[in-house]
């Protein structure tokens, strides 16, 4: 059985995502282990510290440790950020929405805690990607994630394209995303470029009053354009053979 070297563990610390009051959609465990720990590796300090004051008003700010990882971090500097953990000391990867590791940075920081025999800790919250395959009604029992699609307008459409059938052949839903001020022209390419019968899910504003998820065909897609500007959304994809 594999045994942890180090006392101090890695927590994968989800946040919400939109401005929902935290402990609406976090469990009182996640706020907890922000109680408990006084260093983090952030994608931006900023909004990493309105988190934590929100969901732990009491905690002392000037007492946080927090390393940057985003796509300005030297990736040399990544190992640095878990020796507190080697001295006995537990640190927290920060999600900027959402689950760390999943459309997220702090993959990288957790494939060194394995190799450095760190124990790793996923915690609880919300992933946009697992509610929107929940509320989708597509397969949820083989579906894969893309991250975002070619934004040159003739490779985009053949890799749409290429998922909608990959989706009919293997019987596997797919996903994907978009930067939310490009959803309304993703949404039209969808519209002429998948088959009639191909299911679409659009799932946006997810865990939000303003929550909208909705899956049909797209010949009824084109009776309706949703409006998706500025909104984050995911999209999923499934032909039927």
């Keep these: 059985m594999h045994s942890f070297k180090a006392t101090g563990k890695l927590y994968l610390i989800p946040t919400t995502l939109g401005d929902t009051p935290p402990l609406e959609v976090l469990p009182l465990s996640v706020k907890k282990i922000i109680e408990q720990t006084d260093e983090f590796i952030v994608e931006n300090e900023k909004t990493a510290r309105a988190f934590i004051k929100r969901i732990t008003p009491k905690k002392s700010q000037p007492k946080l440790i927090l390393h940057p990882l985003n796509k300005y971090t030297d990736p040399a500097d990544l190992p640095a950020y878990l020796n507190s953990c080697e001295k006995g000391k537990s640190i927290g990867i920060l999600s900027e929405a959402g689950a760390p590791g999943i459309a997220d940075p702090g993959a990288e920081i957790v ?43 003739q490779e985009r459409r053949r890799e749409i394209k290429r998922l909608e059938r990959l989706s009919a052949e293997f019987k596997q839903a797919q996903s994907f995303i978009e930067t939310p001020y490009r959803n309304d022209k993703m949404f039209e390419e969808l519209c002429k470029t998948l088959h009639d019968n191909t299911h679409l899910c659009v799932a946006c504003d997810i865990s939000l009053p303003s929550e909208y998820i909705i899956t049909q065909p797209i010949a009824e897609w084109k009776q309706k354009t949703p409006n998706l500007h500025k909104r984050p959304a995911i999209f999923i994809v499934q032909k039927t053979a």
């Design 111 to 153: 494939a060194i805690a394995h190799r450095r025999g760190i124990q790793v800790v996923p915690l609880v919250g919300p992933s946009s990607i697992l509610m929107a395959m929940m509320g989708s009604g597509l397969n949820g029992q083989n579906f894969a994630f893309n991250g975002y699609l070619p934004i040159e307008k």
